[in-house]
């Protein structure tokens, strides 16, 4: 699959129409890294990335987003059973002793109203900490790729639907 496939478009102000915008490899590397810490518990490699996505957080963000639905669609797709209540849980469980007790929260607590559709509710969690959404997307992403992958697999799997070689 194309990278410009999962790409967010931008506006041309030269003739009005939008073009597909191509995302940067550092975003695409630094969105999988973050997931990757997730998936594998580690604290350091998180702590290694998250100023990289600081950097870049808008764009980490949308990245996120993406992976974030495509990996909702695949659990769709496998048929595994995957309820609100479950996405819950697994960020929560995914982000605990990960970071600070009250960035946890945060994130916890965010994605909690996120989930249910609550989005004002979970603005007000984040604090209009953009990265309170990196840390929520991450994690998602690394708990609903471990119900529907293995490791390795996630990953490379993550790698070719960004458009990343291994």
């Given at each position: 699959m194309s990278s410009e496939s999962f790409s967010g478009p931008s506006h041309d102000p030269r003739d009005?129409?939008?073009?597909?915008?191509?995302?940067?490899?550092?975003?695409?590397?630094?969105?999988i890294e973050l997931i990757e810490a997730y998936a594998d518990r580690d604290r350091e490699a998180l702590d290694a990335v998250v100023p990289r996505a600081a950097d870049d957080v808008d764009e980490v963000l949308s990245e996120l987003k993406v992976?974030?639905?495509?990996?909702?669609?695949?659990?769709?797709?496998?048929?595994?059973?995957?309820?609100?209540?479950?996405?819950?849980?697994?960020?929560?469980?995914?982000?605990?002793?990960?970071?600070?007790?009250?960035?946890?929260?945060?994130?916890?607590?965010?994605?909690?109203?996120?989930?249910?559709?609550?989005e004002e509710a979970a603005e007000r969690f984040t604090r209009g900490d953009p990265m309170v959404y990196v840390h929520m997307l991450a994690a998602f992403g690394a708990a609903i790729g471990l119900a529907v992958y293995k490791r390795a697999e996630l990953l490379s799997v993550l790698r070719q639907v960004t458009g990343l070689s291994e």
């Open positions: 009005g129409r939008t073009q597909p915008q191509e995302t940067p490899d550092r975003v695409r590397r630094t969105a992976v974030a639905a495509f990996l909702g669609r695949r659990v769709q797709q496998t048929g595994v059973v995957w309820k609100p209540a479950d996405s819950r849980e697994a960020v929560a469980r995914t982000v605990a002793e990960m970071l600070p007790p009250e960035l946890e929260f945060a994130v916890a607590t965010a994605w909690e109203a996120h989930s249910v559709g609550e």
